[in-house]
């Protein structure tokens, strides 16, 4: 018994390096996409080099690309506000 819970945890170890390896190439100038209320109406979302680039929707349904500069700095909720990301400051 010891030895099979031994065994399960270095094999969940190993896998959990393999899968954080993978793929360095892809995020040395990409961040991970922030969490916000535009991501229920904005599509393709991407980060690059401390800006948030996203498809988003307007008022009538139709899409505008759009980009966010320091994202990271918005201390809020980021949403799309007619097809234009926008930092909504907390109250």
């Known amino acids: 018994m010891k030895n099979t819970l031994v065994a399960l945890v270095l094999g969940a170890l190993s896998l959990s ?3 954080s390896s993978s793929g360095p ?3 040395q ?3 991970r996409e922030p969490r916000g209320s535009y991501r229920r109406t904005c599509t ?3 980060t690059e080099r401390g800006t948030l680039f996203a498809r988003c ?3 009538r349904g139709n899409f505008h690309f759009t980009r966010m500069p320091d994202y990271r700095r918005c201390p809020g909720d980021i949403e ?3 097809g234009r990301l926008r ?3 907390r109250r």
């Open 17 to 19: 390096t393999i899968m």
């Open 44 to 46: 393709d979302i991407r």
């Open 25 to 27: 190439a892809q995020a």
């Open 57 to 59: 929707k307007d008022r």
């Open 80 to 82: 799309n506000d007619n």
């Open 29 to 31: 100038h990409r961040d």
């Open 87 to 89: 930092c909504a400051r």
